[in-house]
């Protein structure tokens, strides 16, 4: 055996393995005293011959509520959603627009900014059912109740996306304006605004995309679209119902991913 | 001397027909979705005095005597989330595989995995976690089911996109080094997406954790049930009580997960 | 060792890559394949270790173990010999040398030639993320099981093999840190441990120094000439500067539209004629950026 020359090897750093291993251990823990939460009661009886039933009503779809274009039917509810949707989406937007400038670092400073980020937080975090519920009280059951609370909450993810890219923004541009003497409402208008808007316009309708899903279920309180017909149907049962709904609200939301998707990317 | 004039330079400016018509569009739709909504804002401006009233109900004097009854479901509102998230990522990385064009070279599988994600991703959990209270009664296993099927879909979906956007250079040296798919998976993939995944998890996680808390309106458990009692009965004290308590739980846990993704990179 | 004969390649999209190339390549050379880019140099590369299939033709290469796959070279007893004294035990007789069409293997079989062959690229391909020592022990990954390089438990007799490229390329020092602190001929070095480590007979090497600056360059190209010379690593690399082929190679190959239409002993004509030779490979007059510089 030849003889190997001795390796002299580095001092090994201090070992990155027990932040790790301590985060996989937190983990894990955590994962099983959650466990704790699932009940698994003891499967209904009747759960194996709801499914059966489910599955039956999958399959055959209930055309009356399909085809019926009164104020009941489907039809007029998946409208009532979409633009609930449209209008919740176009509110936030707009008033997101100055939220965003108050929160924008390079606009009002890092103090001011970080007041603007909580507030955001604080919309962010409400929940919209809980809006609704709210504006409900206010304005009463029906589609307005449901478009502000989408509205106010998508103010809140809105503003974080836009300050954001305010934030990234090229600076250049702004001292541009400024150095040949423009005022702020001119910076804004001229440097800013032309900047960020095309990623304004794609973050808008990817919000949207989320507000179609959110319309469906803010319906269950009441809130308009189809989301009160859809509880309805659960709750008595009505599964070719239920799924005919449900169909039409997976093919709805698809149509509208894609259809934003593509005019998304064309901004880009 | 008489300095000749030059001759003005006339540009034809391109055609505005097109800005102009979607720009109308625009205004025609957004228009045309308030007046079928009924949105009038004269309307809601008028009852505004109605939500000062309201709200000061909700938040003026919280129930304060009531927030210890509040504790357990909340508690039991994070845990839904967290089973649903871990277990969501878990079924999510193998699906991801699957619907990656990079990894799973059949385009068949592609779609049709990618097709399955996007059914789960459209259904908003409320509307899944109804469907399981029908099937499994209410209670809290019908909302980690609802949850964890809403998990492997936005979990997949982001993370598919993130392995289709890796260096394939790495994968290639791997593959170079007479290495198999596990282990091209192991030291070509896998380190490129870990950060993240873990990351994706955590959104996933506070998503979750917003949606668990209402999920108990429709009956499948958590926190929500506690709010649609108190609204009924017009306990509007305790549904401030209620909303402030999770909006500092959500707030605390949005800011460790930040930390943690932060820590990530 | 490695010979082709007639190997076209047309890619999907209809791009013919290679066309007709016939090419012997001896043990213990050092080649350097010039050609402008898109001539046809990845590819040739590529289809050795067969990352890219041929459409037409065979590449064999000599003494290949049946069972191990393992390559012998031109002198498999002089390589078993080297091997022996290394330390390692070889049963003559149970050796199953024979000549092998690269193009006709699959799967396992494959990877188990990959063993012996390592790539070096221009971006490196260097996992940034994880340890140096970590990077130089996937060149081991074709020597464990799968088991092995899933939870990346090595034993220590590998260990010693990476430890020992890492000290042939001289960065030792380095060995725990991660990879992302180094800078780009740090990383090359790197991947050529990586390959040391793989104790592969063959080396290819994809424009290693393109990335690099002038110095580094010829510090990185220092090491091939040397694991070429003293371990005697068959090498086939391709180079974009002319300098560094004249100063390193055995062997000059050009390339040109996929064809090889030039091929010569690296001192059958001195350097004023090999530069003019050139001029047909590239189809132009050799000019200053054609070479890395004076060092």
Known sequence: ?268 | MNLKQPEAIVLKRPSQLKKYVTIALVIIILWGSARFANFSLIDIIENFHQAGRLLKQMFGKPAWNYAPKVIPPLLETIQMAIVSSLLGAIVAFPLALLASSNFTENKVINQITRFILNIFRTIPSMVLASLFVAIFGSGNFAGVAALFIFSFGLISKLLYESIEAIDQGQVEAIVSLGGNKLTVLRYGIVPQILPQFISYTLYTFEVNVRAAAVLGYVGAGGIGQFYERAYAFRYFDRVGIIVIITFVTVLIIDFISSQIRKGLV | MIKFVNVSKTYANGTQALKNVNLEIFEGEFVAILGLSGAGKSTLLRTVNQIIDVTEGHIYIDNIDVNTFDIYGDNPDQMIEKLTNKGLSIERDKLDLQTIDVTTLKGKQLRKLRKNIGMIFQSFNIIKRMSVLQNVLTGRVAYNPTWRNILGIYKEADKQIAYRALKKVDILEKTFGRASELSGGQMQRVAIARSLAQEAKILLADEPVASLDPVTTFEVMEFLKKINQEDGVTMIANLHHVDLALKYATRIVGIKGGEVVYDIPRHGKSDKQIIKDLELVYGRAIGAKDFVGEH
Not at chain 1, 3 to 21: A, C, G, H, Y
Not at chain 1, 53 to 79: C, E, N, Q, R
Not at chain 1, 173 to 183: D, M, P, W
């Open chain 1, 1 to 268: 055996m030849m003889n190997q020359e001795m390796i002299v090897l580095p001092k090994k750093p201090r070992s990155n393995s027990l932040k790790k291993t301590l985060f996989y251990i937190i983990t894990i823990s955590l994962f099983v005293w959650s466990l704790d939460s699932v009940n698994y009661i003891g499967v209904m009886g009747t759960a194996a011959a709801t499914f059966k039933a489910m599955m039956k009503g999958l399959i055959t779809p209930d055309w009356a509520y399909l085809k019926d274009l009164s104020v009941d039917g489907l039809p007029y509810a998946v409208v009532e959603t979409v633009t609930i949707a449209i209008s919740g989406t176009f509110v936030s937007a707009i008033l997101a627009i100055p939220i965003a400038l108050i929160a924008s670092q390079n606009i009002v400073g890092a103090k001011f900014s970080k007041i603007g980020k909580y507030i955001i937080t604080m919309i962010r975090t409400f929940p919209e059912i809980i809006l609704a519920l709210i504006f409900i009280g206010i304005v009463g059951p029906g589609a307005p109740a449901g478009i502000l609370a989408l509205g106010v909450h998508s103010i809140g993810m809105l503003g974080k996306l836009f300050s954001e890219s305010i934030e990234s923004m090229d600076a250049g541009v702004k001292e541009a304006v400024e150095s040949c003497g423009g005022n702020k409402m001119e910076v804004l208008f001229r440097a800013i605004i032309p900047q960020v808007s095309a990623e304004f316009i794609s973050y808008t309708l990817f919000r949207f995309e989320t507000n179609m899903r959110a319309a469906s279920t803010l319906g269950v309180v009441g809130a308009g679209g189809f989301g009160a017909p859809l509880i309805f149907a659960i709750i008595a049962l009505q599964w070719s119902r239920t799924f005919t709904i449900v169909i039409v609200l997976i093919v709805t939301v698809t149509l509208i991913d894609l259809l934003s998707g593509s005019i998304r990317k064309k901004l880009v």
